[in-house]
């Protein structure tokens, strides 16, 4: 009797190890794949700001060359809640694992061919066609990447930690921006700038291909998460997740892509506008401003799990909602300080406005993925999160750029910025809190019957 004890506290403990085993190697899969997701992304930010638009576009003004190169930018946006529901529909038939391989490859290979496409001085209008086709497979893959890295973290681990779990695919945006912009930073440091515009800003993207091998091998050696297994084993899953997530959770997909409004779009004037603006309009040099980019997300690598464990403790909609407040609070002082302000100033107020954001960012990711159940997840919060995109993340440079032609005032951008916020509010306040209840019960998101 003994020894059987002795030999089930043996199999317990293996057992432990194993889970532990599991759930480090998830959130690292989660973090580094999005990383590479991230990566591919801002590069073309970075590139869509000071490359692409006489690189593609030459025969246009300055401002006009902007505007078109924005526009491939958002593209990529609008594709993204078509690979949500295209990946959704998968990952919630097939399982986590093998879906996010798929998209890991669409983004990596999509991303290098940029890297080799020749400009427009060299194959006329194929070259901006073929770029907005390449942004269109990127912006496929990155819509079904995140739910899916969400879900392999969220559903491995403890519980009571889901916050902390999701924050780690939340962590390679501020990794990818970093090795991105980084990488955009360091090229036009060491390069003349006719050198960076020629053939330089083309390193980075190649470099895809490198970081791409490494995912793979770190994704394929994740099990599926448990609680996709469990719906798997109990013969829960839907036949057509995304029609149902739509038909039984459409609340929660408007309210979650709602949610994102003042997270999102001030993150890409934060982050590309900032670029075109201070460069151009106040001729700051590129090192500069991208230095102040780099440090801002390397102080966000630490900002996001932090403010992502302080809402398993306070609730995800109160720390949520205080990170919108704070952005709203930010919008005028920002531009400000872009309009008037010196080179210690622009570089605080860089800072400031990441932080802002990982203070809605870290959370974010439990927030949303707890608002559906586990075998409706995968589409339901993958939609919610990339109607945003379409709404808020993507048209954002392209109207801060008109805006700022038509009013000749970025305080019309700010204002822009603060009616964000009010959407959030607004959804945050509806959407429910699950911070503290049992995701694997299916019972406690169905919808109470009607008298």
Request: aromatic fraction near 12%; charge should be positive.
């Amino acid at each position: 009797m003994v020894l059987g004890r002795n030999e089930a506290n043996k199999v317990i403990d293996s057992q432990a190890t194993e889970q532990r085993t599991q759930v480090r190697r998830a959130a690292i899969a989660s973090a580094i794949g999005t990383t590479i997701e991230w990566y591919d992304f801002f590069l073309y930010n970075t590139a869509a700001a000071l490359i692409f638009p006489h690189l593609f576009f030459p025969a246009s003004s300055s401002y006009a060359g902007a505007m078109q190169s924005f526009a491939t930018y958002a593209v990529g946006f609008a594709a993204r809640p078509v690979g949500a529901a295209i990946f959704g529909y998968w990952g919630d038939r097939i399982g986590r694992k093998v879906t996010l391989v798929i998209t890991l490859l669409l983004m990596g290979i999509g991303s290098a061919l940029v890297g080799l496409l020749p400009g427009a001085s060299t194959i006329g209008i194929a070259a901006p066609l073929i770029l907005v086709g390449l942004r269109l497979i990127q912006g496929i893959a990155i819509g079904g990447e995140w739910s899916g890295s969400v879900l392999l973290a969220m559903e491995w681990g403890d519980q009571r930690k889901r916050g902390l779990l999701g924050s780690f695919a939340q962590i390679g945006v501020p990794v990818g921006l970093v090795l991105g912009t980084g990488g955009m930073t360091l090229l036009s440091a060491v390069l003349s700038d006719a050198a960076f515009d020629s053939w330089g800003w083309r390193i980075p993207f190649l470099l895809s291909f490198v970081l791409v091998g490494i995912g793979l091998v770190i994704r394929l050696r994740i099990l599926e998460t448990p609680m996709f297994a469990a719906v798997v084993a109990k013969q829960q899953t839907s036949r057509s997740p995304v029609t149902d997530a739509i038909k039984h959770h459409w609340r929660e997909i408007l309210l979650s892509a709602g949610l994102r409004f003042s997270e999102q779009m001030p993150f890409y004037l934060f982050t590309s506008y900032v670029l075109v603006y201070v460069v151009a309009q106040h001729h700051y040099s590129k090192t500069f401003v991208l230095n102040a980019v780099l440090v801002a997300a390397a102080l966000e690598l630490v900002a996001i799990p932090f403010f992502s464990q302080l809402s398993d403790r306070f609730g995800r909609k109160q720390v949520y909602l205080t990170g919108a407040v704070l952005t709203g609070v930010l919008a005028f002082p920002y531009f400000a300080v872009l309009k008037d302000g010196g080179h210690v100033a622009i570089f605080i107020v860089v800072i400031a406005s990441l932080i802002v954001h990982a203070m809605q960012y870290g959370p974010q990711a439990a927030f949303i993925g707890e608002s559906f159940p586990t075998h409706l997840r995968y589409g339901g919060a993958g939609l919610g999160y990339q109607l945003a995109s379409v709404f808020a993340g993507g048209p954002a440079p392209l109207l801060a750029t008109w805006l700022l032609q038509v009013t000749g005032t970025p305080y019309s951008i700010s204002a822009y910025i603060v009616l964000s916020v009010v959407v959030t509010a607004l959804c945050g306040w509806l959407l429910k809190d699950r911070s503290r209840s049992d995701i694997t019960d299916h019972s406690a998101y169905a919808r109470p019957a009607k008298a």
